[in-house]
């Protein structure tokens, strides 16, 4: 395995809006990773700054909302705004991240989950194993949807 391309699948997974599922990919069709090498580095570099993170928001905005009088403003309009569309999360609670991670659609995934998480107030123990569910599903579906295709192409490019 090559050490740089290792890192790079590491970095990129872990980068919002980019994350496993299309570091996964990359990892396989340009990097020449197995699909196995792909999801443990994609999964790996995707838990990284989940677990940064939501140990860093609340902390970090209880700071600024009490030293910047923007982001006190910016934080009480946000909580505010939020919880009062938290349905799925209220019934749901932290369950409601799995689906939302799991889903390979744009302006889901990890991070993002981590903000809800913060938002919704959903505890670190409650937060971390489900953002985590769903990061495996998504890792998952992208490693076997790339692989099949791989084993597709060949069979239907026969097929002409």
Request: glycine share 8%.
């Amino acid at each position: 395995m090559d050490t740089g391309a290792a890192i790079l699948v590491l970095v990129l997974s872990a980068t919002p809006g980019f994350e496993a599922r299309y570091a996964i990919p990359l990892a396989i069709n340009t990097l020449g990773f197995t699909a196995v090498e792909a999801f443990a580095l994609g999964l790996v570099g995707n838990l990284i700054p989940v677990v940064a993170l939501l140990v860093l928001l609340e902390p970090v905005s209880d700071y600024l909302s009490c030293h910047v009088p923007f982001f006190n403003r910016f934080f009480t309009w946000l909580f505010d705004r939020t919880r009062r569309h938290s349905e799925r999360f209220e019934r749901w609670g932290a369950l409601a991240l799995i689906p939302f991670v799991a889903v390979p659609l744009p302006v889901t995934g990890a991070w993002t989950a981590c903000a809800a998480a913060f938002v919704f107030g959903i505890r670190f123990r409650y937060a971390l194993p489900t953002i985590f569910a769903g990061m495996v599903i998504a890792a998952l579906a992208t490693t076997l949807g790339v692989t099949t295709l791989q084993a597709l192409i060949p069979l239907l490019g026969g097929m002409t």
